[in-house]
């Protein structure tokens, strides 16, 4: 990415951080923005999100988010237009990041469990 590119996307990223803190509904999941990547051509800006809470939780804040985006586009022309002439479209995506490092810390977990055993269990037999 360009310099102008990361600055867009910090921008974005901030701004609308905001806007969610204000927007969103309090129902126990916690919602953040993991990133924004915006096109070299500054017209589309992927927004990253990340649901903490269950499955459920991140499945309705991420449909409210999408259903609504034109509405959170709005609220962030409305903060930053003097910086931009043409506010770039918003696509949000769900980050699964998270989950994906958990169901891999838990599969290490259970190799080091296995692995203890099968030690322990060798030096008993001999």
Request: aromatic letters at 6%.
């Amino acid at each position: 990415m360009s310099i102008r590119t990361e600055r867009v996307a910090e921008l974005i990223h901030r701004e609308l951080s905001m806007i969610f803190e204000k927007e969103l509904p309090r129902n126990g999941a916690l919602t953040t923005i993991v990133g924004v990547k915006v096109t070299p051509d500054l017209g589309i800006a992927r927004v990253y999100i990340s649901v903490l809470g269950s499955k459920e939780m991140g499945v309705s804040v991420i449909n409210h988010i999408q259903k609504d985006s034109k509405h959170f586009r709005k609220l962030l022309s409305s903060k930053i237009r003097n910086q931009f002439r043409r506010m770039p479209e918003l696509e949000f995506y769900k980050d699964d990041m998270f989950e994906e490092a958990e169901r891999i810390n838990e599969l290490i977990r259970k190799a080091n469990e296995s692995s203890n055993q099968a030690s322990s269990s060798g030096n008993i037999a001999d």
